[in-house]
C-alpha cells in the first residue's frame, strides 16, 4: 500500500508547555521578573496559565517541574536590553550575552523551577563583507520625517545613510507601498545592476578602496 503522501501543513503557532509545581507563583515570576505578560489563569488556585512575551505564548501546567534536558528559545527583537532588565531583576544568568556562529547575539537564564530559557535576537551584519561604492544622491526629505530619520539611524546606532540603504534594500524586498508590477521592474532592475545581495545586505557592505 502506498503511504499517503505528506499534507500541506499550514501552522502560525506554537506553545510550550512546562511543568510547575506553583503555577500562579511561576506565572507572577515570568511576570515580574522576566518581563512577559499573563494572558490567562484557569482555576482557582490555577492549575494552567498562559504568560506572553510579545506574540509568543508559553503555558505553565501543575505538575512535577522537569527541567533536566528542557530548553526554550524566544527570539526577541533586542536581547541585550531584555539582558539588562533580567540582570537587575537579580535572574540567574547561566551563559552571558555572545554573539554567536549560528547568527543570533543570545544568553541564557535559569528560571523559578529551574527550566533553562534562552532569549536572542538575529545578527544582520553576519556573513562576509559585500564590497561597495557609495555615491552622493540628492535627497530632500520633509523636516519632520528628516528628524524621524535622524532618531531612528541614532537608535538603530546607524547612519542616516546606512538607515536609508536598508530601509529601500526592505522595500526593494516588497515590505512597502510598491504595487506588483513595479515589484517586478525592482528585480528587473536588481539584475541590470548587479545587485545580488539581500534586504540585509546592507549590514555587511564596505566600502570600496579608492585609487591612489
Known sequence: ??????????????????????VLAAATFYATTLGFKVAFTWGDPPSYAGVNIGNVQIFLQ??????????VYFVVGNADELYAFHRANGVE?????????????????????GYNISFGHHLFNAG???E??????????EKRLAALLRDLAEHKRMTIDSCLEE?????????????????RFIQQLKKKHGIDYDS?????????????
Open 93 to 113: 544568568i547561566l551563559v552571558e550575552p555572545g554573539d554567536r556562529d549560528y547568527g543570533l547575539r543570545d544568553y541564557r537564564v535559569r528560571d523559578l523551577n
Open 132 to 141: 561597495i561604492e557609495r555615491v552622493d544622491v540628492p535627497v530632500r526629505l
Open 167 to 183: 530601509m529601500l534594500l526592505h522595500t526593494n524586498e516588497g515590505v512597502g507601498p510598491h504595487t506588483k508590477g513595479q515589484l
Open 1 to 22: 500500500m502506498t503511504p499517503p503522501a505528506i499534507p500541506e501543513i499550514e501552522c502560525e503557532q506554537e506553545h510550550a508547555v512546562l511543568a510547575v509545581p506553583d
Open 62 to 71: 501543575r505538575g512535577e517541574a522537569s527541567p533536566k534536558g528542557c530548553e
Open 200 to 212: 540585509h545586505g546592507s549590514y555587511r557592505f564596505v566600502e570600496k578602496a579608492k585609487p591612489r
Open 128 to 130: 562576509p563583507g559585500i
